[in-house]
């Protein structure tokens, strides 16, 4: 088969649903850890908390049969473990990187202990009695060619993550809630002499971060599939992290970075039909976020100079 | 209601074992514009951050119009009308002016910030008291004196009939600060009450109705103005008489020390900053580099003391050619360097005055011995450091962060001085010390002279260039525009080079 034949049939419109697909998890997580860099907090716990969600989202619809308890419990938990993170961080001074790290720990060991404990499964856990996230059908939309395949039969939560991003856009840069984070995040010092509550602030940012983690987590688990498997993140967070930073914590250029490593993970699962060695089709991903990350970096780099050159 | 919109009484205050104010008095009247002096540490800023509610007092009495307040929080202040401009600005660099402006009691429209409301707010004042600002510019991009302006309209938007600047002239060109009286005068005829921090006595001479003064956190008195003299708020600040012109004593000059030659400099946003500059120092000389600030003395300095790449050109020091070598090598070649930014540059202020009185020299005998450090040897230079320049506290393990302006460019000062190095480069060795220290540091300059060192003297106060040098160089925009021996020299024909004018312009004056 020739060269182009392929990749006819790899980019076809489909690819652009599918790209969509696997980056929302990515999305929401960029986004948990974007509000709290607004307020000058790196949120490397954003897997931890993805990955407690998406646990906490199937428990809770597989015992009550309800998919909207499961991801409103994802989310309560979700804030649980970012106020801890925040208390640590905020009132005792720790590292927040240091809590982070330990947040993300503790998920991967305390979801694989409760998946033992309560359903006496290793590695994953599936069933039936697991109410997912319905998908938005639109019928008449099947007869319309392109706009039928581009958009019907999303997930609701997919959806969602659209709006939640041009909300959060506009929350951060167009209200007194984002004037004020900002400027918390930039000079706490001078928010301070302002009036504005620096603390509360932050915490608020780490309670809104917490509720968006949970969502991310409660997403992959039910809308994004219907399982919940050990790890089942496997660094979506850090992805988002890393997408946060090349967006600068701007909710719409971190996701057009999210787009970047669904776009790649998409074509690399199409590639591997076609005798791309599934090793490959693994690294891809992480491939992806280095090189995101190191232009990124290199853009901070260049605008630290830009401002430092400024303040002369 | 008292005659005072403001009365402070019997105030104490402590930082841990640091009593930062032990008896504090201070009363403001309506109108009238009302300076607080005293050398650095003296207690004055913490005064005032008192009253704002920055932190809490220990004991004493502060009333703010007739209310006699518990505890204060910068909000309560606001909301009684006190504004304070601090000394760092409290201004967010990526936000805009305006944003800043507004910042926490922002006008709304539904979700919305109105931007629209705010623009007009604003206009108001600035047009009131002419203070132009630039609204939607970036705090990042507009000059000091404009973000000085900012704070200023910061603090009269929420409402502030008592504005408090903290050594507002400090980081102001002379032009800037003549804008600002101008604007404190318009502030002051319309009914609001000024408090006015400084340590530049002409300066508070100029502008004050009344004037307290403080020393090591006690409350001196507090005179009109008409009724006291710049010699008379001198001694009340530090307690007896300073001579600030050292007696010149024009020693022999010896050989070359520092010999720069056809030297190009890059700054960081400019290429070329430095174009082609040759200039020496011999032995038991001072030679002071006039010039407005940002004109290349950095750059110089930088270049000379390794710092800075040398584009083009030749650094030779003790007649070895250190050009664009590590510091290492040229502190080796004989060079010691008291940096123009001691925070940044000259101190590390988590670590001990011991700790940064050896720095430099910690891998030489007998500080340290095969790669062990000597600790005995190095509490025993450090004791003899304090006593000889008089660093307080005398406590050399305590942080270098908890030592007043001053006293921490003592520890420079020391450090570098007492290597006896046959080449000193100072860069603004007295900027933004109390007076005593000024006295002090130009003293150990001057018996380096005497001792044969040569001495490179970076400052931006003319008048102590004029008083320490023995030859003065000029430069303007990287070049030098004139020379001259400091018997020569006078504000006017230095004035009229470092704007750039030929050096005819000393016949002139």
């Not at chain 1, 599936?126 to 997930?155: A, C, E, M, R």
């Not at chain 2, 584009?311 to 502190?331: A, F, L, M, P």
């Not at chain 2, 300059?445 to 008048?463: C, D, H, M, R, Y």
């Amino acid at each position: 088969m020739s060269f182009f034949s392929i990749m006819s049939k790899v980019l076809n419109l489909s690819l652009i649903y599918a790209s969509f697909r696997a980056a929302t998890p990515i999305i929401y997580a960029a986004l948990c850890a974007s509000v709290t860099q607004q307020a000058n907090i790196l949120n490397i716990g954003t897997e931890g908390i993805m990955l407690i969600g998406a646990f906490t989202a199937v428990t809770v619809s597989y015992f009550t049969g309800s998919w909207i308890l499961g991801v409103l419990c994802a989310m309560l938990a979700g804030v649980v473990i970012a106020l801890i993170m925040a208390v640590g961080h905020i009132k005792f001074g720790a590292d927040i990187c240091g809590i982070g790290m330990g947040i993300n720990m503790l998920a991967l060991a305390i979801t694989k202990f409760l998946l033992k404990a309560i359903y006496d499964v290793n590695g994953a856990f599936s069933s039936p009695q697991i109410k997912v996230i319905p998908k938005v059908s639109i019928p008449f939309l099947d007869n319309v060619p392109v706009i039928g395949t581009l958009l019907n039969n999303w997930s609701l939560t997919e959806w969602f993550a659209i709006i939640l991003i041009i909300v959060l856009q506009f929350f951060i840069f167009k209200t007194v809630w984002g004037l004020r984070l900002r400027a918390v995040g930039q000079f706490p010092e001078a928010a301070k002499t302002a009036g504005i509550k620096v603390n509360a602030v932050k915490y608020r940012a780490m309670a809104i971060s917490g509720l968006i983690g949970g969502l991310a987590g409660a997403h992959l688990s039910l809308g994004y599939s219907s399982q919940f498997i050990e790890n089942m993140t496997s660094s979506r967070g850090f992805m988002g992290v890393a997408a946060m930073y090349f967006g600068g914590a701007n909710p719409v250029k971190a996701s057009i970075g999210c787009l970047l490593f669904g776009f790649a993970d998409s074509i690399g699962a199409r590639l591997q039909a076609y005798g791309l060695p599934s090793q490959f089709v693994l690294m891809m991903p992480y491939i992806v976020t280095i090189v995101v990350l190191a232009i990124s970096m290199a853009a901070q780099l260049r605008s630290a100079k830009r401002r430092q050159s400024s303040l002369n | 209601m008292s005659e005072y919109v403001v009365e402070m009484k019997d105030i104490i205050k402590t930082f841990g074992q640091v009593q930062a104010v032990k008896n504090g008095q201070f009363n403001l009247r309506k109108g009238e514009i009302h300076s607080l002096i005293g050398e650095n540490g003296a207690g004055k800023s913490t005064m005032m951050k008192l009253l704002y509610g920055m932190y809490p007092i220990n004991s004493g009495e502060i009333i703010i119009k007739g209310e006699r307040m518990g505890e204060i929080t910068p909000m309560m202040a606001i909301e009684r009308g006190i504004g304070m401009v601090h000394q760092e600005f409290m201004l967010v660099s990526e936000l805009t002016v305006l944003e800043n402006i507004i910042l926490g009691f922002e006008p709304r429209k539904g979700l919305r910030l109105d931007l629209d409301k705010a623009r007009a707010d604003v206009r108001k004042y600035i047009e009131e008291y002419q203070m132009d600002v630039q609204l939607d510019k970036r705090i990042s991009q507009i000059s000091v004196g404009e973000a000085q302006r900012v704070e200023i309209i910061k603090t009269l938007m929420r409402g502030a009939d008592v504005i408090i600047l903290d050594e507002p002239t400090a980081v102001l060109t002379p032009q800037e600060a003549e804008r600002l009286f101008e604007i404190l005068e318009n502030l002051k005829s319309s009914g609001k009450s000024i408090v006015f921090i400084s340590h530049k006595l002409n300066e508070v001479m100029q502008i004050s109705d009344r004037i307290s003064v403080m020393r090591q956190g006690q409350y001196m008195g507090t005179v009109n103005k008409s009724e006291t003299s710049p010699l008379d708020l001198t001694k009340r600040m530090i307690g007896r008489e300073v001579f600030l012109n050292i007696e010149k004593d024009y020693g022999k000059v010896g050989e070359k020390i520092l010999d720069v030659q056809d030297v190009w400099v890059s700054s960081n946003k400019e290429t070329s900053k430095i174009r082609g500059m040759s200039l020496s120092v011999r032995a038991g000389e001072i030679v002071g580099v006039a010039g407005i600030d940002g004109n290349g003395q950095s750059e110089l300095v930088e270049a000379i003391t390794g710092l800075r790449k040398v584009e083009k050109g030749k650094v030779i020091v003790c007649g070895k050619d250190v050009t664009n070598k590590s510091v290492k090598v040229i502190r080796g070649a004989g060079m010691a360097h008291i940096p123009e930014d001691r925070n940044r540059m000259g101190l590390d202020r988590a670590m001990s005055i011991r700790d940064n009185l050896v720095t430099v020299r910690v891998d030489e005998a007998p500080f340290s011995k095969h790669g062990i450090l000597q600790l005995s040897a190095q509490d025993a230079y450090s004791e003899q450091m304090v006593k000889e320049f008089d660093i307080r506290p005398t406590d050399y393990h305590l942080p270098t962060s908890s030592l007043s302006g001053g006293n921490a460019q003592k520890v420079v000062v020391a450090r570098e001085v007492s290597m006896k190095k046959q080449l000193l480069i100072a860069s603004q060795p007295t900027r933004g010390v109390d007076i005593g220290a000024i006295e002090q540091i130009r003293n150990t300059l001057e018996k380096a002279k005497k001792e044969g060192s040569g001495v490179l003297l970076v400052s931006a106060e003319l008048e102590e260039i004029i008083s320490l040098s023995d030859r003065i160089i000029v430069i303007h925009e990287g070049k030098i525009t004139g020379e001259m021996m400091a018997s020569e020299a006078n504000e006017n024909n230095l004035g009229l080079l470092m704007m750039g004018g030929a050096k005819g312009g000393a016949e002139h004056a």
